[in-house]
Structure formats: structure tokens, C-alpha cells
């Protein structure tokens, strides 16, 4: 998990140079909230839509400066030394899970970012799992990422 996180605040700090605040989302997200290892194996990454329309030739530009290379263009995922980020969009979580992206805490480390609460996470989870695809890929990792959450929301 360290290793991961300390990716991510490396990418959040030069994210923030140009105007971004990412939020830290996904398994990752989840472990660094409540202290505890979920064997994350990638980092996802929310960022402002126009990031990943409008202004994608750009933000793709400045990604592989950081030695990344792309790895799948639709799903916006790069990879660099056995590390993977994917990116989407922070608006996206008010359509899918009802959270307010604009009301996202800000957390101050090397680079600053958001991150979602316990309860937003059992949100995104439980929203997720209704996901077929999901269901498939992911081995029924998102029904133990639940009993977690609610575990620690006792």
C-alpha cells in the first residue's frame, strides 16, 4: 500500500501544478481512509471531466512526461515500472453514487488531494457491486470491501 501511496502523492504533486486537485478513489483510496491494507493493485485517480475530454491530448502529454506510458486509452490507464493509474471523472460521482465531488475533503501531503468518506465509499462499493461486469472481474472483492466499510463504520 505504501508504495502505492507514495506514487499517488508524487502524481497529486505534479497533478496540482497544473491547476488539479485529484482524488484519491478505489481500494487504494479505501486502505489509506482506514488504515489497513486492501492488497490495492492500482492506483484510480478522479480528475475534472475537461481533463479527460477537452483537454486529454494535453493531460496525456504531461502524464507520459512522468514516465508513464499508456496502456488503454478508453479506461485512460498508463503504466510505469509495474504501477498502473487509471483515470475518470469526479463529476461522475454524483450520477453514480450520489456524492457531492464539490464537498470532497482535501488532504495536504506531498501534493495535495480529495478523498471520499466511509460512508461515500459504501456508497460507490454497494453501487458497484450491482455491476456485472464488476461482479465478474473482480471475484466478489467489492461484497468484502462492504463488510469492511461497515465494520469500521460501527
Do not use: C
Amino acid at each position: 500500500m505504501e508504495k502505492l501511496y507514495k506514487e499517488f502523492t508524487n502524481l497529486a504533486k505534479n497533478l496540482n501544478s497544473i491547476g488539479i486537485i485529484p482524488v484519491l478513489y478505489g481500494s487504494l483510496g479505501l486502505s489509506k481512509l482506514i488504515n489497513q491494507d486492501l492488497n490495492s493493485q492500482d492506483i484510480d485517480v478522479l480528475i475534472p471531466e475537461n481533463f479527460l475530454k477537452k483537454e486529454w491530448d494535453q493531460l496525456k502529454i504531461f502524464i507520459e512526461k512522468l514516465g508513464y506510458d499508456l496502456i488503454d486509452l478508453h479506461e485512460h490507464e498508463f503504466n510505469k515500472n509495474g504501477i498502473t493509474i487509471a483515470f475518470a471523472s469526479e463529476e461522475d460521482l454524483l450520477p453514480f453514487a450520489d456524492i457531492d465531488y464539490t464537498k470532497l475533503e482535501v488532504i495536504q501531503d506531498m501534493g495535495n488531494y480529495k478523498t471520499l468518506r466511509i460512508d461515500d465509499y459504501l456508497k460507490v462499493y454497494e453501487k458497484s457491486l450491482i455491476d456485472g461486469y464488476r461482479k465478474i472481474k473482480n471475484d466478489n472483492k467489492d461484497q468484502i470491501k462492504i463488510e469492511i466499510i461497515k465494520e469500521n463504520l460501527k
